[in-house]
């Protein structure tokens, strides 16, 4: 069964803090890892989409990073607007484009 | 680019009523729509496929008689409640997806039933 999980449940870091979300994944054939952001009573904002182990993309104070089992999602020098919950979702190469939600991590940073 | 709207943002009613959700690709065609359903502090549950022109594709577990869902142009999907209780009071969201795999989100629609 495609299965995704993602680590810490919760974070809290200082302004400037830097640290790593993790996404760890099951899935039978990967066709795509996909990382969004979401705010309190929003729909969830793409980041990223990662196809193949080794591949990274940034954006700003984010990169995100694949290997064949799991994604990490860097936070550099954060800032308090980068709080929300991060979502990690895969996509499996029979999975007819249907993504599989983490729970998320939910992001708190303070200044 | 890639924006998606949902409406109403929020809506309340009462049990037993029906609700119907819009779901709006604003600035490209979306052959494919996804309905989604999130529950407080928890992930986003996959809830149907919707195909322009043809019919839903439902999960496992979700009763396609209650929750109808219509994709009847490129840029519209309707998700219609019917018969609603109290324990169908979610966050509802859809998504589009463009060309490539991403799918893009619409703001979300807070259902409450009473």
């Known amino acids: 069964e495609d299965q995704v999980t993602q680590s810490p449940e919760a974070l809290r870091l200082q302004e400037g803090e830097s640290s790593s979300l993790n996404c760890s994944y099951t899935?039978?054939?990967?066709?795509?890892l996909f990382w969004y952001r979401q705010d309190p009573g929003k729909g969830p904002e793409f980041l990223f989409t990662?196809?193949?182990a080794g591949e990274e993309k940034e954006k700003e104070r984010l990169k995100a990073t694949l290997t064949k089992k799991e994604s990490f999602l860097h936070i550099t020098a954060p800032k308090p607007e980068d709080s929300a919950t991060y979502l990690c979702?895969?996509?499996?190469?029979?999975?007819?484009?249907?993504?599989?939600f983490g729970a998320g991590t939910r992001l708190a940073v303070h200044p | 680019g890639a924006v998606v709207s949902q409406h109403p943002s929020r809506v309340i009613c009462k049990s037993g009523t029906s609700v119907k959700i819009e779901c709006r690709s604003l600035?490209?065609?979306?052959?494919?729509m996804f309905w989604y359903r999130q529950f407080p502090k928890q992930s986003l549950m996959l809830m149907a496929t919707?195909?322009?022109?043809?019919?839903?594709?439902?999960e496992q577990g979700v009763e396609k008689d209650k929750f109808l869902i219509n994709h009847a142009s490129l840029t519209l999907s309707t998700l219609t409640v019917t018969s609603a209780h109290p324990e169908d009071s979610s966050f509802y969201i859809c998504?589009?997806?463009?060309?490539?795999?991403?799918?893009?989100f619409g703001p979300g629609t807070r259902l409450t039933v009473t």
């Open positions: 899935v039978s054939g990967l066709r795509g």
């Open positions: 998504s589009a997806r463009l060309s490539g795999d991403e799918q893009y």
């Open positions: 600035d490209f065609q979306a052959t494919t």
């Open positions: 919707s195909n322009e022109g043809s019919k839903a594709t439902y």
């Open positions: 979702a895969v996509q499996s190469a029979r999975g007819y484009n249907k993504l599989i």
């Open positions: 990662l196809y193949s």
